[in-house]
Nanobody, 121 residues
Framework: QVQLVESGGGLVQAGASLRLSCVASGGTMTRYVVGWFRQAPGKEREFVAAITWSEGISHVEDSLKGRFTISRDTARSTAYLQMYNLKSEDTAVYYC??????????????WGQGTQVTVSS
């Protein structure tokens, strides 16, 4: 069973950058894809980005390309979400999750507890 712990959130001003971390343990990560999601107050959870653990093949939601990047450090068992030029609409709780390689976006079955990102304008 995979355990995920996010960190790196906080309160920042618009235009700032943040890097979120997701430390994974308890599983063979080469079998998985790591994804980042976010949920703003009163809104549904939305996909942000994902990366294959083995090859590092990444995908970022189209609307966030150019501001958000995803990466992983296999030696540290950590995935990262780097966010640039943050906007007030990026305010949300950010979660990392894993799904089996080849699984659909609905098959993320291990989740972290989330980290709050608040962007003040």
């Amino acid at each position: 069973q995979v355990q995920l712990v996010e960190s790196g959130g906080g309160l920042v001003q618009a235009g700032a950058s943040l890097r979120l971390s997701c430390v994974a343990s308890g599983g063979t990560m080469t079998r998985y894809v790591v994804g980042w999601f976010r949920q703003a107050p009163g809104k549904e959870r939305e996909f942000v980005a994902a990366i294959t653990w083995s090859e590092g093949i990444s995908h970022v939601e189209d609307s966030l390309k150019g501001r958000f990047t995803i990466s992983r450090d296999t030696a540290r068992s950590t995935a990262y979400l780097q966010m640039y030029n943050l906007k007030s609409e990026d305010t949300a709780v950010y979660y990392c999750a894993v799904k089996p390689r080849g699984g659909t976006r609905n098959e993320y079955n291990y989740w972290g507890q989330g980290t709050q990102v608040t962007v003040s304008s």
